[in-house]
Nanobody
Framework: QVQLVESGGGLVQAGGSLRLSCATS????????MGWFRQSPGQKREFVGY????????YYEDSVKGRFTITRDNGENTAYLQMSSLRPEDTAVYYC?????????????????????WGQGTQVTVSS
């Protein structure tokens, strides 16, 4: 069972930045993709973006494009979600998820049901 451990959440003012980390218990080479999702109280879980580990290709939800960046460090078995120009509406619990399954199609990894492993979540709060 692959374990994912997130860190880096916290409180930040609007316009600020945070970097979330997601450390995996298995080497990244054993996984194909990692996604980031978020959920606010009373809201459905929302897709944020994903990275394909081989090649590093990324895909983002429209509201975070140009503000959020997903990267990975193969040597550290860790992926990152760099968040900049944060807005109060970015406030949520952020989750990373991973899967070893390879599927070619940008929409596939935007769906949480296509991931096999999930982190515990980390709270991000953006004050206005």
């Amino acid at each position: 069972q692959v374990q994912l451990v997130e860190s880096g959440g916290g409180l930040v003012q609007a316009g600020g930045s945070l970097r979330l980390s997601c450390a995996t218990s298995e080497h990244i080479s054993g996984l194909y993709a990692m996604g980031w999702f978020r959920q606010s109280p009373g809201q459905k879980r929302e897709f944020v973006g994903y990275i394909i580990f081989i090649g590093g290709g990324t895909y983002y939800e429209d509201s975070v494009k140009g503000r959020f960046t997903i990267t990975r460090d193969n040597g550290e078995n860790t992926a990152y979600l760099q968040m900049s120009s944060l807005r109060p509406e970015d406030t949520a619990v952020y989750y990373c998820a991973a899967t070893p399954r390879a599927f070619y199609g940008s929409d596939y990894y935007a769906k949480g049901s296509n991931y096999d492993y999930w982190g515990q979540g980390t709270q991000v709060t953006v004050s206005s």
